[in-house]
Nanobody, 118 residues
Framework: QVQLVESGGGLAQAGGSLRLSCAASGSIFNINTGAWYRQAPGRQRELVGSIAPGGSTNLIDSVKGRFTISRDNAKNTMYLRMNSLKPEDTAVYYC????????????WGQGTQVTVSS
């Protein structure tokens, strides 16, 4: 079964940058839509953005212009570049593949913690 491992989180100052990585134990992002999610303290897990097999990306309004999703199919890895970080971005970030009907394809990994100080 496919395993997903998130990494790259850490501490950042407001206005700083981080790049998160999502390593998959198989070739999935060439045929599946990859997606990044986050869950902040006291809040529900929310979709941050996605990248389709053809390469098109979508991001929620609150991160547009600051975050970028990309992938490297040869490495079975998806990335989330986060610039101009805000304290509101503090959350545990998860990756997955998303199915056309809106559900995730695989089990959740451990996630990677992103903490942004003001």
């Amino acid at each position: 079964q496919v395993q997903l491992v998130e990494s790259g989180g850490g501490l950042a100052q407001a206005g700083g940058s981080l790049r998160l990585s999502c390593a998959a134990s198989g070739s999935i992002f060439n045929i599946n839509t990859g997606a990044w999610y986050r869950q902040a303290p006291g809040r529900q897990r929310e979709l941050v953005g996605s990248i389709a097999p053809g390469g098109s990306t979508n991001l929620i309004d609150s991160v547009k212009g600051r975050f970028t999703i990309s992938r490297d199919n040869a490495k079975n890895t998806m990335y989330l570049r986060m610039n101009s970080l805000k304290p509101e971005d503090t959350a545990v970030y998860y990756c997955n593949a998303i199915l056309p009907w809106g559900t995730v394809r695989y089990g959740w990994g451990q996630g990677t913690q992103v903490t942004v100080s003001s």
